[in-house]
């Protein structure tokens, strides 16, 4: 017979021993920016940002990602708290470096050294570029890809005017609707992208500029870093950069060989712009889907200490360092970012 109350006293007990098992959180961001739109939700203000960081040195413990074996095995009541970047947009080193260095927060950022040197936008800010921002455009948009006919008719939305892009600045892909045809092909392509191998995805975005008439050479908005700017990014120690492959493909879409080449790549490309080890590893998109087992055997296979992945979770003593998870970050005021992270301390308990 169960005495009432045993069980959710046993319940509490538990849930106050989990509390001092020794733990940590890895956070996600991609950008520090004020850009509207924003339609893959990757940006968070400047002031936001600070507000953040701010609640993660009072609620946790800032920490290296490099160093978050040593800190949990020396244990601590305080969660570790570790920031990292991916994708390597230049406001890293403009908006969020600064932030870092006022609040004493260590952070990794991953960097996909293709556009560093390209100067190509990433595919999906390519696709707001044409789609998304004010212009003219063909009224009708054919395009073949893996065998499978796409047609779309823009009607009156060939033309996009000033008020029509302040209508829908705030449009993302987690909204259900899709207020006009530009958006709707953007959310259809956006999808296509994402099972595409390099030689396509880079076939599709020719097709599409040169239907559009806009090139892919990336606007001021969306830079990614320099080789000069990798290197003053990790002046001082404070933020450690690491790879993301050459190009940001899916992963799991190329072949063993190709997926090598990406890793092995990327590295290669960093440590010759630092001179310096990279040791760190951010899987594209990281969700389960986008990598493999043979992505994760090339990752340890390539001198990586560590790699990132892109589903929620806690570091614990005996996690998979080579799929550790992270807490993806929007942009949320402060109050909003408190809870969140609160939460997510529960959800360890």
Partial sequence: ???????????????IGNLFVPRAIILLYHRVSELQPDPQLL?????????????????????????????????????????????GYADNLHNAK?????????????????PVTSREEFWWDTLDNILLQPGNLPRMLDVDVN?????????????????????????????????????????????????????????????LSRWSGINQIARSTHLSLTEAEVVRLADGGLVEVGAHTVSHPALSRLSESEQAAEISESKADLEEILSAPVTSFAYPY???????????????????KRACSNFSGFV??????????????RDW??????????GWLREGD
């Avoid at 600064?98 to 293709?114: C, H, I, K, N, Q």
């Avoid at 003593?317 to 993806?328: A, V």
């Avoid at 005021?333 to 609160?342: Q, S, Y």
Wanted: charged share 30%.
């Fill in 98 to 114: 600064p932030l870092l260095e006022r609040y004493d927060v260590p952070a990794t950022v991953f960097v996909a050294s293709g």
């Fill in 316 to 329: 614990r003593i005996g996690s998979d360092p080579w799929q550790l998870p992270r807490f993806l970050v």
């Fill in 1 to 15: 017979m169960m005495i009432p109350g045993v069980g959710r006293l046993r319940r509490r007990i538990r849930s």
């Fill in 147 to 207: 065998g499978r006919t796409y047609r779309w008719d823009l009607g009156p939305l060939s033309r996009y005017d000033e008020a029509s892009h302040r209508q829908h600045h705030g449009w993302n892909v987690l909204r259900k609707d899709d207020p006009s045809p530009r958006h709707h092909i953007y959310r259809t392509l956006q999808a296509v992208f994402l099972t595409l191998g390099n030689s396509d995805r880079r076939d599709l975005l020719s097709k």
């Fill in 43 to 87: 940006c968070v203000s400047r002031s936001h940002f600070a507000e953040h960081l701010d609640i993660i040195r009072k609620l946790g413990r800032p920490t290296k990602l490099g160093s978050l074996d040593e800190v949990l095995q020396r244990g601590n009541r305080r969660p570790a708290v570790a920031v990292t970047f991916d994708d």
């Fill in 333 to 342: 005021p402060g109050d909003e970012f408190m809870r969140r992270i609160k």
């Fill in 286 to 304: 990281g969700g389960r889907t986008h990598y493999t087992g043979d992505t994760v055997a090339a990752v340890r296979n390539t001198g990586f």
